[in-house]
């Protein structure tokens, strides 16, 4: 029995064995291809279909410069490619073509011009040239700013050092009567408020001719500080709403990650549970002279601006971005969501579309006792909601 035994288990062994040599017989040993090196910016979104002609589920990662090689099989032969992701770009240098300086004031360059690149946090920046801040006069500088990748940027500028005396108040006043027979067609005139105008009489404002208002709901205080509420958030919105103004709100914010912007969109969403509101949620970002300091590059603040958005119109709010002029081109993306411009001008030269255009944070108006920022209104953006 035993015999029979071993004799069955070694035909079964035979049989096994001649069937793995005839599948590794007939199996065809597939070669491998490269098909070539491909070159993508940073952070650029890529469709593989953009690359090759295969169709593959083959994700590709933008988000570091480098190469990084990428294999699937097709059923002749095995593939490779290789993705090297490059950074073309040069730095971004914020400032104009001439710089008034206040004599024997401290010149800080670190918080006085925005000196940031697309992908480093940290980049080689310096002033070329000689200069005192304690001498009246015109210096001709040049700022230089290098990244790791070897992209350079240049920007000659003129030191314009200056007594107190020579800076002049361009605050000209703009009562609503001017702005409102001055809009540009398709707009209303809004204002928009914070605890800086202190005590409102709405009535008055919707009796001037106000149909709308951004008011502030809340700021982070200071650095890494919690949020809190605007002092006089609660009576503006209440006094708007029962004037028959209609209103939306932003939030001031000093974030330096996506972490932080979240944990305030969700403050402001907590917020506003107990208030309706017409108009959008707008980020208000505006602490430029820290950004330098922070650990980021321009695409994370880009990133931590659509973070804030996002998670607002997530939860049943349109949202939108507050910047100025030069900062909506030169940092500030294009995404899906609406602008709110500032540009004190007669004539603004933003080429983008917008919700509001902040035109002066001094006007005038009846009902507010203070200086207060006009905004033109694009009017279609409140329809469409």
Not at 293 to 300: E, V
Not at 340 to 357: I, N, R
Request: negative net charge.
């Amino acid at each position: 029995m035993k015999k029979k035994i071993i004799i069955i288990i070694g035909i079964v062994l035979l049989l096994i064995g001649i069937l793995l040599i005839t599948l590794t017989l007939l199996k065809k040993e597939k070669k491998t291809v490269d098909i070539g090196t491909f070159n993508v910016e940073v952070y650029d979104e890529v469709d593989v279909k953009d690359l090759i002609k295969d169709d593959v589920d083959i994700t590709i990662k933008t988000d570091k410069v480098g190469e990084k090689v990428y294999t699937y099989e097709t059923e002749e032969e095995i593939r490779t490619f290789t993705v090297k992701v490059v950074d073309n770009t040069p730095p971004y240098i914020g400032i104009g073509d001439h710089y008034n300086h206040l004599i024997g004031t401290n010149f800080t360059f670190s918080e006085d011009i925005i000196c940031k690149d697309n992908y480093d946090k940290k980049i080689e920046c310096n002033i070329e040239g000689e200069y005192d801040i304690n001498t009246l006069g015109e210096t001709d500088l040049k700022v230089v700013a290098t990244d790791s990748s070897g992209n350079k940027t240049e920007k000659d500028f003129k030191l314009i050092v200056i007594e107190k005396s020579s800076i002049k108040d361009e605050h000209t006043r703009i009562s609503f009567e001017q702005a409102n027979s001055n809009k540009p067609e398709g707009t209303a005139v809004m204002i928009d408020v914070s605890k800086w105008q202190k005590e409102i009489d709405w009535k008055k404002v919707k009796e001037s001719g106000v149909d709308y208002a951004m008011i502030r709901l809340g700021t982070q205080k200071a650095i890494n500080g919690e949020s809190v509420i605007d002092a006089y958030f609660e009576q503006n919105i209440k006094g708007a709403h029962e004037a028959g103004v209609k209103v939306g709100v932003y939030y001031f914010s000093y974030a330096h990650s996506v972490s932080d912007a979240t944990t305030q969109a969700k403050w402001v969403v907590e917020q506003l549970k107990d208030y309706e509101i017409e108009l959008p949620v707008s980020f208000d970002w505006e602490c430029w002279s820290y950004f330098n300091a922070f650990d980021m590059n321009l695409h994370d603040i880009n990133e931590m601006a659509v973070a804030f958005m996002k998670y607002i119109e997530d939860n049943g709010y349109k949202a939108m971005n507050y910047g100025s002029k030069s900062k909506l081109v030169d940092i500030w993306e294009p995404n899906d969501y609406p602008v709110w411009l500032a540009h004190y001008t007669d004539k603004t030269t933003y080429e983008g579309e917008y919700f509001a255009w902040q035109f002066t944070d001094s006007g005038r108006i009846d009902g507010v006792n203070s200086d207060v920022d006009l905004n033109y209104l694009n009017v279609k953006f409140v329809e469409e909601k």
